[in-house]
């Protein structure tokens, strides 16, 4: 991927600056708040089932977070998600803690069942468990494997016939046809409570303004993982505390030089 | 507006300490708690209708906002607002997204309609929503308009019988009779989710301290917009997250001297 | 107490990264994840009737707080306590703002009825009010008081039968036969909101690793306290901002040595 794309997406989100409707978990919505906003997106967050429908058909994307689902949330996710199919907004999906509860593994799979998700977004574990493929999880964390994620993520895009984003030390975007495996992204990240579910979000900017899913994905989890390294090193030997807030600091910041210095993507050539 | 009447407000809020009781949305709770702190107050989250009426009736002031509304919490917001217009504690009301949604505008209605209100603290979007004007919103943020935000608070305060604080560029206080236009404040508070809804908690808790609540307001306006001005300025060139931290910082720390410096308010001479 | 044996805990605790149930207010979600994640710890936040028994069984330890009670989540920490009893996984409770309301006084003592409770954790007044004795309180902020919290502590722990844990200037652990008082912490601990409630967290990472609650609750509140006076001392002139992010720093950061070195622990004779 040429990375003077993902500068030129940077940019047209900055200009957009997209309205993201998020329904997310209550651990993590003003970090991702402040996420956005620090992006160049305008957050919204509304729960109640009298009000979703007419947020997300105005919205530029729609994000779903089960994080802390219950049943009333994951009625109003489902109602934002089909006004959002209805009305050609797309929405990104993170089932947070799949595998860990039947709760959450069952909450998963309805959603994929009765929202078309443009993109899933989740760790290896949390992507497997709603595919319906074996792997461990531990609470909302991914757990231990050398199992292939590139495979998994093509596996289930084809499956489920949406774009897969799985991520961990490496990155995989693939909708079953085209897949990228970014190497970017910091160990810090999972000091931080709530970067993955932010992530998730930031692909919402940024599909909100790119139809092409991939792209639209590959592009912010390079950027984001840019934006974690550039923090880490920022704040080496300071602590988790302070990387969280430069990595909100630094997601208004990184430079289209940066992206282009230090983006590290490949394409995968499938067989 | 003599500026040591703002220094000598803060002081004795500091000393009384009021207790602050939110009802406020889920994403800005705890920068809620932390801001109410550092300025020197103590704040208070209670939502379920079994307690809302014990918890107001005790309070300062009762800090409503409906930025992420349910038809339970709007039901509990009713319940401690009649606790506490009953007690006379002064209840400020932030409609936040009034006009993004017909829930939301209609919840607002309904606030002001059931609870006597003392402030009533938004943009100007959402001030004109609730008041049955035409203006402009997306999502929870203003829309942009050249309109006569001095025109709208009074009109409003007028016909809903209450201060009405519209914030922005420039920020209004009126009561219909006595006006005043405080010029402090930085835009990167636009950058920071939750800070208009800290301001409307801040409004409550000088609101608990002086019952000219035209006064209350604009001195909770010059200082947050100092506090804002001198964060800003400390942390440049390091972006949103630094800057959201300062703010609570600030909060603590600037000085009565700085108060009298750098406070920009000016009295309307109505017609 | 030997100091070394806190450090020896706290390094059992980062192999074991135990898996933090918690079920806690809106306030303090995020600070109390982050805090967990710095410490070296898993949260989990899991709240819906339908999963609570799946996930506390899984955990280390479940931590209960009614911060921002409803009778929904009342409902869900009873279930999920009854499963942890069931599974042998410590409880960890604390009664927020227990005597600021009714309905918050018999919750606790529901609670403490329903649920077999590890460590019973809160302020002076909230700990007698769910005691049944008599002591102010303001909001959920201890009140002032002469009162002897050693001999509260103990009253409290034979009477309900749990370890109990009074924070204050001075912080007392007790389980009615042995007892320790902890002289490390610091002011500026009540000028951030959810110290409280993240120490009770962390109070559970300790019980998730050491069955004997007394030991376990006396090195959390060493640790703490030294987190929070290396954290302020790193902050000194900087404000209660830059002191929360400095304390989820410290928080992976205190070393053994100054375990060892500023450990200021107490053990009563009792008579």
Same mark, same amino acid.
């Given at each position: 991927?040429?990375?003077?794309i993902?500068? @030129?997406?940077l940019?047209k %989100?900055?200009?957009?600056?997209?309205?993201i409707?998020?329904?997310t978990?209550?651990? +993590? @919505?003003?970090?991702?708040?402040?996420?956005?906003l620090?992006l160049?997106?305008?957050?919204? $967050?509304?729960?109640?089932a009298e009000?979703?429908?007419?947020m997300a058909? *105005?919205a530029?994307?729609? +994000?779903?977070?089960?994080? @802390?689902l219950?049943?009333t949330?994951?009625e109003? $996710?489902?109602i #934002?998600?089909?006004?959002?199919? /209805?009305?050609g907004v797309?929405?990104?999906?993170?089932?947070?803690?799949?595998g860990?509860?039947?709760?959450r593994?069952?909450?998963?799979?309805?959603? $994929?069942?009765?929202?078309?998700?443009?993109?899933?977004r989740?760790? =290896?574990? /949390?992507?497997?468990? +709603? #595919?319906?493929?074996?792997?461990?999880i531990?609470?909302?964390?991914a757990?231990?494997?050398?199992?292939?994620?590139?495979?998994?993520? *093509? %596996?289930?895009a084809k499956?489920?016939?949406?774009?897969?984003v799985i991520t961990?030390?490496?990155?995989v975007?693939?909708?079953?046809e085209?897949?990228?495996?970014?190497?970017?992204?910091?160990?810090?990240?999972?000091?931080?409570?709530? @970067?993955?579910c932010? %992530?998730?979000?930031?692909?919402? =900017?940024f599909?909100?303004?790119?139809?092409?899913?991939?792209?639209?994905?590959?592009?912010a %989890?390079?950027?984001?993982?840019?934006?974690?390294?550039?923090?880490?090193?920022?704040?080496?030997?300071?602590?988790?505390?302070?990387?969280? *807030?430069?990595?909100?600091?630094?997601? =208004?910041?990184?430079?289209?030089?940066?992206i282009?210095?230090y983006g590290?993507? /490949?394409k995968?050539?499938?067989?």
């Open positions: 991927m040429n990375q003077e993902i500068s @030129t997406l940019k %989100l900055r200009v957009v600056n997209p309205l409707h998020n329904i978990n209550v651990v +993590v @919505t003003n970090f991702t708040a402040n996420g956005l620090s160049g997106a305008s957050p919204v $967050m509304a729960y109640a009000e979703v429908a007419d058909k *105005i530029g994307a729609l +994000v779903l977070n089960i994080g @802390t219950n049943s949330v994951v109003s $996710m489902i #934002a998600g089909k006004s959002a199919n /209805e009305h797309p929405v990104i999906f993170d089932p947070v803690g799949a860990a509860t039947s709760y593994t069952e909450t998963a799979k309805k959603m $994929m069942n009765e929202v078309k998700i443009s993109v899933l989740g760790n =290896a574990a /949390e992507i497997a468990n +709603v #595919a319906g493929y074996q792997w461990e531990k609470g909302v964390d757990g231990h494997s050398n199992g292939n994620t590139v495979e998994l993520a *093509i %596996l289930t499956k489920l016939n949406t774009v897969v961990g030390k490496d990155d975007i693939s909708d079953g085209t897949t990228y495996v970014v190497h970017n992204g910091h160990p810090l990240l999972t000091k931080v409570t709530g @970067t993955g932010l %992530l998730t979000s930031v692909i919402g =900017a599909a909100a303004i790119e139809k092409d899913f991939v792209l639209a994905s590959t592009a %989890l390079v950027y984001y993982g840019i934006v974690a390294e550039i923090a880490a090193d920022k704040t080496a030997h300071e602590g988790p505390g302070s990387f969280q *807030i430069e990595l909100l600091n630094q997601l =208004a910041l990184v430079s289209n030089d940066e282009v210095k590290n993507v /490949e995968i050539e499938q067989v």
